[in-house]
């Protein structure tokens, strides 16, 4: 039993472990990468412009209100989850959509910019799955599924998907958080 919650020997399947982690396979990941930043920052720019997204939220604001209104049956409600709605009518009442389109707007940008760039493409693929994660729950579709799915397989890929990109730099030089980078005399 003392091995039990020690660490595994089972290794990775070679396919994955070509896909995720060989360097080879950097190009599928800055394809991957740069399409979904590029579907980040086209989605930010007429937010950025916009006084409804910048200003005064009225553009979130009325996206949580249709989100939130449940209509009448046969028809379905946009939220499936009861908590969601609760947390989005509350964000409603304390007019947190005035700060939060601010928030939204240029979080699209930041997470597409780092990740066309290839910088900390797993902590920015992170937040730009939690914002889809954020908007599926809000009944919204469009493309965040398949946007979600990628951006999943960018944080599994992490240690290659900026391998062409800023972060083969970063990890050159700096390494990461838990394992610094080794220096070459």
Do not use: C
């Not at 979904?36 to 412009?49: E, P, T």
């Not at 709605?85 to 947190?96: A, K």
């Not at 579709?141 to 970063?170: C, D, E, R, T, V």
Request: hydrophobic content about 55%; charged content about 10%; overall charge positive.
């Amino acid at each position: 039993m003392s091995n039990f919650f020690g660490p595994s020997s089972l290794q990775d399947a070679p396919l994955i472990r070509f896909i995720f982690s060989n360097t080879k396979m950097a190009w599928l990941w800055l394809i991957v990468r740069v399409y979904v930043g590029y579907q980040w920052v086209d989605a930010s720019l007429h937010k950025l412009s916009a006084p409804e997204w910048m200003q005064t939220g009225a553009a979130l604001k009325g996206y949580w209100e249709n989100a939130v209104r449940i209509p009448e049956a046969p028809a379905r409600a946009p939220i499936h989850f009861e908590w969601y709605r609760t947390f989005l009518q509350y964000m409603l009442d304390s007019e947190s959509y005035v700060w939060f389109g601010k928030l939204i707007a240029i979080g699209e940008f930041l997470v597409g910019v780092a990740l066309i760039l290839g910088l900390f493409v797993g902590l920015a693929a992170f937040f730009g799955a939690t914002m889809n994660f954020s908007f599926l729950l809000a009944g919204s579709l469009s493309a965040g599924p398949l946007l979600l799915i990628l951006q999943i397989l960018l944080m599994i890929a992490w240690k290659i998907a900026g391998h062409l990109g800023a972060n083969y730099f970063i990890h050159k030089r700096f390494g990461t958080f838990w394992q610094p980078a080794t220096r070459q005399r």
